[in-house]
């Protein structure tokens, strides 16, 4: 599972010749560091590493307050067509990308968000994905709970603010896990989106290394490393949530 990753750090130190060298070596003749630091200069890492960042958290906050305030209605909520809504709404999931990419362009467009790191964000903020993985984790939270709040006088706001978001804490760490690799790891909506160098995320960045006739992999590789580095970092934060509240999300429906 982590070999590929081992490798591409491990050739991320290796010369230009070493990585087209048949058959190939592992380990490096000789550690090479300036591939680091030459890419450094020619990258401004920090500003992609900052749109990254924005647009990663924007995006994984709106996913998480839509998605919940969504997933609360059609678990707690009997209203007629719920369950036509939730079937419609997971439906969408058989839709590929391609299909509805230039109906999203052309609304982004009138609402003036091309060029714009919210023109990244808004867009895919709501997901299937993440209602029914909520909407499952919810239906196991007893209604008995919700009605002796109501008779407390709690509201509805309050209600989902101060009991389920607190109590679906597992499966809202499940949900921004996922949310955090799709936003960080998403290359091809930003490239339709973004047309000016400053508000390149690091995925289109490391496009620039790639030419026409010859592509700068030592480059690309080292690039690669810096840019794993932040998302392995949350996964290894985030994972004790992972498999218990995948495994809850799925035992009940």
């Excluded at 369950?83 to 609402?111: C, E, G, K, N």
Aim: aromatic share 14%.
């Amino acid at each position: 599972m982590f070999g590929p990753v081992l490798w591409v750090v491990v050739s991320s130190f290796k010369v230009p010749s070493e990585l087209y060298r048949v058959p190939a070596t592992f380990l490096p003749e000789q550690w090479v560091f300036s591939n680091y630091t030459d890419a450094l200069r020619q990258f401004p890492f920090v500003r992609y590493l900052a749109n990254s960042v924005f647009v990663t958290l924007a995006a994984t906050a709106v996913t998480l307050a839509i998605n919940s305030m969504a997933a609360f209605a059609l678990s707690k909520y009997r209203f007629p067509g719920r369950d036509f809504l939730f079937l419609f709404m997971l439906s969408t999931l058989m839709v590929p990308l391609q299909v509805i990419m230039i109906p999203i362009y052309l609304v982004v467009a009138r609402l003036g968000m091309i060029d714009t790191l919210w023109g990244i964000v808004i867009p895919p903020a709501a997901t299937p994905t993440g209602v029914f993985l909520l909407r499952q984790y919810m239906l196991t939270i007893p209604d008995e709970l919700l009605d002796a709040a109501r008779i407390d006088g709690a509201g509805e706001w309050r209600i989902y603010r101060q009991i389920m978001l607190p109590l679906t804490r597992p499966a809202l760490a499940v949900l921004a896990i996922f949310s955090i690799m799709w936003r960080w790891n998403d290359y091809l909506w930003p490239l339709i989106v973004i047309s000016s160098d400053r508000n390149f995320t690091l995925q289109l960045g490391l496009a620039r290394f790639q030419g026409q006739l010859v592509t700068d992999w030592n480059y690309v590789l080292a690039m690669t490393v810096l840019s794993i580095l932040p998302i392995t970092l949350v996964f290894a934060f985030l994972q004790r949530y992972l498999v218990s509240g995948i495994a809850t999300t799925g035992l009940k429906g």
